[in-house]
Nanobody
Framework: QVQLVESGGGLVQAGGSLRLSCAAS????????MNWYRQAPGKQRELVAG???????RYADSVKGRFTISRDNAKNTVYLQMNSLKPEDTAVYYC?????????WGQGTQVTVSS
C-alpha cells in the first residue's frame, strides 16, 4: 500500500509559478513510475508529467518547457515545478504512483491561475 499526499497548490496570477509536492508513505525508489495528472472541470483527467527512475521524464505537449518533474528519493517526494502558468492550467492536480501491478492516487491539490 502506498499513500500519496499532495501539497503546494493555490491561487496564482498568469505568468506566475507554483511547486507541487507529492510525499509518499514508502520509499519511491521501489516505485516504477510516478506521474502528475490534472483534471479540469468538465474534462477528463490527463497526464501532465511522468518520471521513470531518476532520469527518464515525459511531458504533455501543453506543458513542455514550462513544467519540470523531479524526484528526491531520500525524501520520498516527487515535485512538479510549474512556471509561466496560464489560466488553462487551472485544475485539480493528482499525484500518481505505479508500483506493479497497482496504481495509487493522492487526494489532489487545486491549482487556480487567474488572468
Amino acid at each position: 500500500q502506498v499513500q500519496l499526499v499532495e501539497s503546494g497548490g493555490g491561487l496564482v496570477q498568469a505568468g506566475g509559478s507554483l511547486r507541487l509536492s507529492c510525499a509518499a508513505s514508502t520509499t519511491i525508489f521501489s516505485i516504477n513510475t510516478m506521474n502528475w495528472y490534472r483534471q479540469a472541470p468538465g474534462k477528463q483527467r490527463e497526464l501532465v508529467a511522468g518520471i521513470i527512475s531518476d532520469v527518464t521524464t515525459r511531458y504533455a505537449d501543453s506543458v513542455k518547457g514550462r513544467f519540470t518533474i523531479s524526484r528526491d528519493n531520500a525524501k520520498n517526494t516527487v515535485y512538479l515545478q510549474m512556471n509561466s502558468l496560464k489560466p488553462e492550467d487551472t485544475a485539480v492536480y493528482y499525484c500518481n504512483a505505479y508500483k506493479y501491478p497497482v496504481n495509487y492516487w493522492g487526494q489532489g491539490t487545486q491549482v487556480t491561475v487567474s488572468s
